[in-house]
């Protein structure tokens, strides 16, 4: 608990990452719309049901990347003894392009839902409510702990960037392990052997301290590794 109230670096450098993100996200998506000529922002949705017609290619993707333009070629081009023709071209690298731009299209846009997402799952941090609804857990059946009683102790030594990391080293921890590393981040005189003893001795359950009567001294301001 030495550095308890000292997190909240690293919580806003972890928002800040991912909405520098996003902002990268939203500066490819609109660069290679300007690429296309404005036609890439929509490409997935106006494009849908992806069907090509090989008719008369009045389909979005073949007016995006026509596969046939007319070409002319004239007296500088040097092929056909200083006549000028008009041809009927097949642009074969276009296949090749639209399937590029439209894996690019929906990556981009997958890659902004979730980081999206992600910042919004973030920001819950910042609610007193929704950062106890995410870190909630089954506590031991030993216990006379309420785990809003805890977590009411934990949010008046700690700050948003200790909920953070907190929620962080839960993936670690057994819900056992997670109550007891609550227990003595909010109760300094708290010792892991005690609860362990008296959870292994069910006849000095009673015995167990109460969260809510153990004197707690003033935490230092830091977070919950020792």
């Known amino acids: 608990t030495g550095n308890m109230g000292t997190n909240n670096s690293v919580y806003y450098r972890c928002l800040s990452w991912h909405i520098l993100a996003l902002g990268i996200d939203f500066v490819a998506f609109y660069f ?3 690429l296309l000529l404005n036609k890439f922002a929509l490409l997935g949705i106006s494009a849908y049901p992806y069907h090509r017609d090989g008719d008369l290619h ?3 993707i073949s007016k995006v990347f026509p596969p046939f333009v007319q070409c002319t070629l004239g007296k500088e081009h040097l ?3 200083g006549r000028e023709e008009k041809f009927g071209c097949h642009l074969t ?3 090749f392009y639209e399937k590029v731009f439209f894996i690019l299209w929906f990556w981009l846009v997958i890659l902004s839902v979730i980081t999206i997402m992600y910042i919004i799952f973030l920001c819950c941090f910042l609610n007193p409510s929704a950062r106890k609804l995410i870190l909630k857990f089954s506590k031991p ?4 702990d309420k785990i809003g009683d805890l977590f009411e102790e934990f949010d008046e030594i700690c700050k948003v960037g200790d909920w953070f990391l907190l929620y962080k080293m839960r993936t670690h921890f057994s819900n056992d392990g997670f109550y007891t590393l609550l227990r003595k981040v909010v109760c300094p005189d708290y010792r892991e052997h005690t609860i362990f003893n008296n959870v292994l001795d069910h006849k000095q359950n ?3 301290p109460d969260i809510k009567r153990i004197h707690r001294s003033t935490p230092n301001k830091g977070i919950l590794i020792e």
């Open 79 to 81: 092929l056909l003894l």
């Open 32 to 34: 290679f719309d300007w």
């Open 58 to 60: 009045l389909d979005y």
């Open 93 to 95: 690298a276009m296949e």
């Open 206 to 208: 009673s015995s167990i």
């Open 141 to 144: 059946m030993q216990s006379k």
